[in-house]
């Protein structure tokens, strides 16, 4: 059942045109296609031809006009199979569709009022037969035919050509889409939507027309995404000297959806939580969403459109270089320390554990079962990493130039990552060997860091060692580069020129810098310069010292997460051993010395202030212990804040005059805000019930009250009772702000977690088939609260365990996702690692989708 990379095979048919009528019924979809097909001339004359197909009704069947025999073809549950057809043909098929039975959500399928589609990675084989494949690449024409009051707004790729009534109160829409694409970026819209427009002129003086579209009462919820799309539009221009191709660029929001977002050639498709966004609705966190994911699709247009994939194991080579080109983007609109140390926190707290974890692959896999299981953070996130040391060993003009060669020499093709690595080796006149190993080694390499200093010399050794994962051992040394700062004891920082970026290619090496007049603090890994674990006996006063005076944002808050760890496993500790927890006094103080002479970004100092999360520290063990890690974070947290009180009340800030805006001067001030709110129900402040439902009445904005209401979360009080309430009412009639709501009470640390949870899937708000409202509470549940997921009596993963066997009818992708939590029980010390097993075994003896069968399988491989 695996599909394996090296069995690669180049189509033996081509398909030139594709020529889509649907007729959208009651109930029945008919779906028309007529492709213009042409055999390779390297295939033999007698290929079969391969068409994939699922859950459809076949019609009819053509070749030019006449129709096939029977014994020409056959069908099964995956395709249809041509046994020998001519060298060049024209195949009309016909099929039944049903998008209101479709809750997998892939394919075409209704969200509320809408039909819409989703085809990446292999949705469009649920539409028509195709060879569902991204290296077979055609010309759409569509035509939508439908009820013109349920479905006035009819959409599809490219420009709209043509449009008219039809007898029987129906109408129809044709639309073209010039540029050649692979079926995965086939998109097609109906419904009663209202419309946002604007227009953008490029660089050249085209102008294109901006269309947003969504369900009718959300419109003034567009302006954000629509302002971002412009940015991004623009920026692409002036960074890489890309414009958009088209006459119109079409974004619509349906309220289902597996994921974030779609980059269908010109008629994005978005999730409601990645675009729509009002002051009242939604957080800062979620206005910089918007405009990132906005961005990334945009972006995508010609990083993985215009140029696409060959096939599903290149899949980093759009994603990481679009999330790369997304985090170019997000660090130029935004702090961009801060926006750099939101990456590393969520490598660290998520893709770090993948990667050591049963789910491990290379970003460029060798096998898959189920290709939705392999969008990945590994596969993003871990990809957008090495596209980044790319940037760092070329330089920026150097990466640029050498995305502009990749662009122009592939413009149109479908690619692998090897002629991407080729590109920029050719542009730059560069030897990329060892660096290739980053896409096919799995695991995050440790680095192991050791340094002395005598006599004015200080002497610095780095070696590499990358752990061994599923399938993969014995891995070889990689081109890592390391990024270095040395600090002297003024707080100055040595001129290290050149060696400011260290190359580490062999298993160990050593640099000695002379002339010092005493022994600097090393500033490690500067701008997280490579996605490695760094190991370093740190003493606690260089810590501090790097805490107020190191320049690179990123190491300076690492320091600081350093210390809070030290702090905390020195809890855990003390916890295994039955004594007393320590007080952390070297983080208190050296907190207490940043508090005197804080950076002036207050985003930067909102982050600092904010500590490692539970994950984090868990993942400092090779199998960690529940009740310590929540009772340690707790006891370091708890104290902190016992002693920053006076300091942090200052941070309170009401709302600003002049109502909400979304700049990063004000997300500062309200990120601190909720910090302190935070701190101050952390260690019990007096009266702090009260302030924070003043605060939540008074608000003006969600990041505000989002801030009152997390404080409020684990209090149990009235002043808790009436905000939770009040919040409620707000998620009436507002999908998305419900969501926020479910999301607060599956990660409240109140005790009784699991029984909450399970009264809340009662409560007929919730709806299994909406993954918002699922992850809102059971992603929420499982990721977000330790200690209830883990509560002792198992019944957190029984809970969760159940709710996987029901997706795994409706929805297997989202069911799939759910899987991971319970696969970490490797790492789970004790009989919840086992309890947790168990579970997974019980999955496993039912009849499962092959989305949840390869994640179930996969977590049971592991030795305890
Ligand atoms: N290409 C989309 C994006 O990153 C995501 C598609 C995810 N598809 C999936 N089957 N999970 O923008
Ligand atoms: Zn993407």
């Not at 995965?184 to 427009?197: H, I, K, P, R, S």
């Not at 269309?211 to 890489?240: C, I, P, V």
């Not at 680095?447 to 060692?465: E, F, I, K, P, W």
């Amino acid at each position: 059942q695996p599909k394996f990379r090296r069995d690669y095979q180049p189509p033996a048919y081509r398909i030139d045109h594709v020529d889509l009528h649907v007729d959208i019924g009651e109930g029945v979809t008919r779906i028309g296609s007529r492709l213009s097909i042409a055999r390779d001339r390297a295939a033999a004359a007698d290929a079969p031809l391969r068409l994939d197909g699922r859950a459809m009704q076949l019609q009819a069947i053509r070749i030019d006009g006449e129709p096939v025999p029977e014994s020409d073809y056959s069908v099964d549950a995956e395709g249809l199979t041509l046994s020998a057809p001519p060298a060049a043909f024209e195949l009309a098929i016909e099929v039944d569709v049903d998008p209101d039975a479709n809750t997998a959500l892939e394919g075409l399928y209704r969200s509320g009022r809408i039909l819409c589609t989703q085809c990446e990675a292999e949705g469009f084989s649920r539409i028509t037969y195709f060879p569902d494949r991204p290296d077979v690449m055609a010309t759409y024409r569509t035509r939508i035919e439908a009820d013109a009051g349920r479905y006035p707004v009819l959409l599809s790729n490219g420009d709209r050509v043509d449009h008219g009534t039809l007898p029987g109160g129906r109408h129809f829409a044709v639309y073209e889409d010039p540029f050649a694409k692979p079926c995965y970026l086939f998109a097609m819209v109906a419904g009663d939507l209202a419309e946002v427009a604007d227009t953008y002129r490029t660089g050249s003086g085209r102008d294109v027309a901006l269309r947003f579209y969504t369900d009718h009462g959300s419109e003034n919820e567009l302006g954000h995404a629509l302002h971002s799309l412009k940015q991004a539009m623009a920026w692409d221009e002036k960074t890489y000297g890309l414009e958009y191709d088209l006459d119109t660029y079409m974004v619509v929001a349906v309220g289902s959806f597996n994921m974030g977002a779609m980059e269908n050639k010109g008629l994005n498709i978005f999730n409601t939580s990645c675009v729509l966004a009002s002051p009242d609705t939604a957080t800062d966190g979620d206005y910089i969403r918007v405009r990132d994911v906005v961005a990334h699709e945009y972006f995508h247009n010609w990083t993985g459109n215009r140029v696409t994939c060959r096939d599903w194991f290149q899949l980093s080579l759009k994603e990481s270089l679009t999330v790369f080109r997304e985090q170019q983007f997000a660090a130029d609109h935004g702090s961009p320390g801060v926006t750099r140390i939101e990456q590393v926190r969520m490598l660290r707290d998520i893709q770090f554990p993948e990667d050591a974890g049963p789910n491990a692959h290379p970003v460029r896999p060798e096998s898959y079962i189920e290709m939705n299981n392999f969008y990945t953070i590994t596969i993003y996130e871990k990809g957008a990493e090495i596209i980044r040391m790319l940037h760092v060993i070329l330089g920026h003009e150097g990466f640029t130039r050498g995305v502009q060669h990749y662009l122009s020499e592939h413009d149109g093709g479908a690619v692998t990552i090897e002629d991407f690595v080729t590109a920029l080796e050719i542009a730059n006149g560069a030897d990329l060997a060892r660096f290739r190993l980053w896409y096919s080694q799995a695991g995050t390499p440790v680095v192991t860091v050791r340094d002395d200093y005598a006599g004015g010399r200080y002497r610095l050794t780095l070696s590499q060692h990358t752990p061994d994962t599923p399938g993969q051992t014995d891995k070889a040394p990689l081109h890592i580069p390391f990024g270095l700062g040395l600090i002297e004891s003024d707080g100055r920082a040595v001129d290290l020129g050149e060696r400011s970026l260290l190359t580490l290619e062999q298993p160990e090496q050593s640099w000695t810098f002379e002339g010092l007049s005493a022994r600097p603090v090393p500033s490690l890994l500067r701008g997280f310069s490579a996605p490695v674990r760094v190991e370093y006996d740190h003493r606690t006063e260089d810590l501090a010292h790097l805490l107020t005076h190191d320049s690179d944002p990123v190491a300076r808050w690492e320091a600081g997460q350093e210390l809070a760890l030290a702090a905390m496993r020195a809890a855990v500790s003390a916890y295994q051993a039955g004594e007393a927890l320590p007080d952390p006094t070297a983080l208190i103080e050296a907190v207490a010395r940043l508090l005197g002479d804080p950076p002036a970004d207050h985003e930067l100092l909102a982050e600092m202030l904010t500590l490692p999360t539970e994950r984090r520290l868990a993942d400092q063990y090779a199998q960690f212990d529940v009740d310590a890690v929540v009772a340690s974070h707790g006891h370091v947290k708890r104290q902190l804040a016992a002693a920053l009180q006076t300091r942090v009340e200052d941070f309170l800030t009401g709302p600003s005059a002049g109502g909400y805006r979304f700049e990063p001067a004000e997300v500062g001030r309200r990120r601190l805000n909720a910090v302190a709110l935070d701190y101050l129900a952390a260690g019990d402040a007096s009266g702090i019930d009260a302030l924070c439902l003043a605060l939540y009445h008074d608000a003006d904005n969600m990041t505000d009250r989002m801030a009152a209401l997390q404080a409020l979360r684990d209090r149990p009080g009235p002043a808790r009772d009436e905000a939770m309430a009040a919040f409620a009412e707000r998620g009436r009639g507002h999908a998305l702000v419900l969501d926020k709501w479910f999301s607060l009470q599956a990660t409240s640390r109140l005790p009784g977690a699991v029984a909450r949870v399970a009264e809340l899937d009662a409560d007929p708000r919730f709806d299994a088939t909406n993954p918002n409202r699922v992850r809102a509470l059971v992603g929420s549940f499982a990721r977000g609260n330790l200690p209830g997921f883990h509560q002792e009596d198992g019944a957190g993963y029984a809970w969760l365990a159940g709710h996987i066997r029901q997706l795994n009818e409706l929805n297997p992708q989202i069911a799939a996702r759910l899987v991971t939590p319970l696969a970490e029980w490797a790492q789970v010390a004790g009989p919840r690692g086992t309890a947790m097993r168990e579970q997974l075994a019980g999955l496993a003896g039912a009849s499962l989708s092959p989305d949840v069968y390869e994640m179930v399988t996969r977590a049971l491989d592991q030795p305890a």
